[in-house]
């Protein structure tokens, strides 16, 4: 099967060796998504709720890109700074994926990059 690498100007670029996403057939395996705005100077946002929205708006772009979107999500992975912004997080999530809710896993990580509050990884369908 062919790995088809993904990348669009409407996300940030990623900060070190890895892409976006990779397309492998029907399936979408989106990199984790810090809330950098789409030019990649700063993070957006100083509540976990305003990142994480920015986390979703930057992976739509990205699952766009590769013929997909939020409504094909089927893992998240959300990474938190701190467990204690699990409703916050949960809240803002809930404005994105309102129906056919995608598997998630949530944990908390000791630091994130660019020491964001959240990070969003994803994997779609096509």
Do not use: W
């Not at 996300?11 to 990649?40: D, F, N, R, T």
């Not at 100077?41 to 929205?53: A, F, K, P």
Request: hydrophobic residues 40%.
């Amino acid at each position: 099967m062919e790995l088809v690498q993904v990348s669009t100007e409407n996300a940030p670029k990623p900060i070190g060796p890895y892409s976006q996403a990779v397309k492998v057939g029907e399936l979408i395996y989106c990199a984790g998504q810090i809330p950098l705005e789409p030019s990649g100077n700063h993070i957006r946002g100083s509540s976990v709720g305003e990142q994480t929205e920015q986390c979703l708006l930057n992976l739509s772009e990205v699952l766009k890109a590769a013929g997909s979107s939020l409504d094909k999500v089927v893992k998240t992975t959300v990474f938190l700074k701190q467990l204690a912004d699990f409703p916050k997080m949960n809240e803002s999530y809930a404005k994105f994926f309102s129906r056919n809710f995608p598997a998630r896993t949530t944990v908390e990580v000791n630091r994130l990059p660019r020491d964001a509050l959240v990070e969003i990884e994803a994997v779609a369908v096509v």
